[in-house]
């Protein structure tokens, strides 16, 4: 009695599986999968087969099933099973369809071995069989198109509901595609954006925009990156970016995606930060910390070309009056207008600083001679003496200044800030409007 193909298929299920991994190692995508994946769902597929060789079939189902179409049972078949697998494993339409002939060859093959002469029923089961096949590839591809579809539109939605400006670009630099964010960017429709570079849009960034894509196609690797530019639709001004490569099946670099984001606001929230750690609130002018940091690197900028520097460090003299009988807001309008008159007495060079309260400094530069330095203090005693209009009234005051050089009186900024203080205090003692250069203890001078 002859075997029907359904039981023969049964019978060397193990067989024909051995068939089908053997070739599944020669697909790119399959070659470092375990044998449950190589096998995915083929165990299920050979079975139904089996099932449907042994089953009744009407005229119009054998009609549909000639076309590649199965009966609808509303369930997902191993076909189909395998097909939504074959997609998230990425593989691509022909690895999967050629997976399906494998199937087919591995069956065939076995079964003409094991019965040279085909007639009857045998050819009938035969061509039932190729029918069979025809039906799951066909409902494999259909789940894998409707995957790849909906997942083409789920990522198109994210491109066009993306508030980022995400493009792609191919080896020469030329955009082949743009969402909505770019385009509103740009200030331009798309079609007028594909086809052309950076440099042909005239953007100011575009050297060096080029320049990092050859790096990500040479490297194929992500690079990221900062430009300023402003669009023609006002939107942001600064932004950051970053170039990745979409490598092919051959590891070869196609094209370039880039995804950049506004980061304007966030910037110059940092910038404003920066410069509250490093500068007084109320006049603007740096404090303790930014003038030591600046003292530093003018310490070691003399030291290196052997030139020479002052520090002069400033008390006011009746401000607490002012605060204690006009209030604090006439207290810092009045530290303010100081600042102002301090930074005016002096070049763009040389450092204005508050350390606090109505204590200031100053680092004066290329000093050659202590006259000169003398003739600063002297300036800025007199202009510190005008009458200031503050709440409406007439106010004055007076400063008293301790002065020391570099390399002189000391040579690291915490001893130069010392001596200029200690000087200070000399100088306030002999009266306002006061001057007073540091020397050894008790030999202090004043003017």
Not at 256 to 267: G, S, W
Request: proline share 3%; glycine share 6%; charged share 25%.
């Amino acid at each position: 009695m002859n075997t029907r193909l359904a039981d023969f298929i049964r019978a060397e299920l193990e067989s024909i599986l051995q068939g089908w991994e053997e070739f599944a190692k020669t697909i790119l995508q399959a070659r470092h999968m375990d044998k449950t994946g190589l096998r995915d769902h083929a165990r299920d597929m050979l079975l139904e087969i089996a099932d449907d060789l042994g089953s009744y079939q009407s005229k119009s189902e054998q009609a549909a099933k000639s076309k590649g179409r199965g009966p609808e049972n509303g369930e997902q078949s191993g076909a189909e099973d395998h097909g939504s697998e074959r997609h998230a494993g990425g593989f691509s339409v022909n690895e999967t369809v050629s997976e399906f002939r494998a199937l087919r060859a591995s069956v065939v093959s076995l079964w003409t071995k094991a019965h040279p002469t085909i007639s009857g029923r045998q050819l009938e089961d035969l061509t039932r069989f190729h029918e069979a096949i025809d039906q799951a590839v066909a409902e494999s591809l259909d789940q894998y198109a409707t995957i790849k579809e909906m997942e083409t539109r789920l990522f198109g939605a994210i491109l066009i509901a993306s508030p980022d400006p995400i493009y792609v670009l191919d080896l020469q630099g030329k955009f082949i595609y743009a969402n909505k964010a770019t385009a509103n960017l740009f200030a331009l429709p798309p079609e007028a954006i594909i086809g052309k570079t950076t440099v042909d849009l005239g953007l100011s960034f575009a050297s060096e925009f080029q320049l990092n894509l050859e790096k990500v196609i040479a490297d194929q690797s992500t690079y990221r990156d900062k430009f300023t530019h402003t669009f023609a639709s006002g939107r942001g001004e600064r932004f950051e970016y970053l170039l990745a490569p979409v490598l092919d099946k051959q590891r070869n670099t196609e094209a370039i995606v880039c995804i950049a984001r506004d980061i304007t606001e966030q910037e110059l929230a940092e910038a404003v930060i920066l410069h509250n750690a490093h500068h007084d609130l109320l006049t603007g002018l740096p404090n303790r910390r930014l003038f030591m940091d600046r003292l530093e690197q003018e310490v070691k900028h003399a030291q290196r070309n052997s030139l020479s520097l002052a520090v002069l460090f400033m008390d006011l003299d009746g401000f607490k009056d002012v605060n204690d009988s006009l209030g604090h807001e006439a207290g810092d309008r009045l530290l303010s207008e100081v600042a102002k008159r301090l930074t005016g007495c002096v070049r763009a060079d040389d450092t204005v600083a508050r350390l606090g309260g109505d204590e200031f400094t100053l680092i004066l530069i290329g000093t050659k001679q202590s006259k000169d330095v003398e003739l600063v203090a002297r300036t800025i005693i007199d202009t510190l003496a005008l009458p200031f209009h503050i709440a409406q009234q007439s106010v004055r005051i007076s400063v008293s200044i301790g002065i020391t050089l570099y390399p002189e009186d000391a040579s690291s900024p915490v001893a130069l800030l010392d001596a200029a203080d200690r000087a200070m205090y000399k100088a306030k003692k002999s009266g306002p409007n006061r001057m007073s250069f540091y020397a050894a203890p008790g030999s202090c001078t004043s003017a």
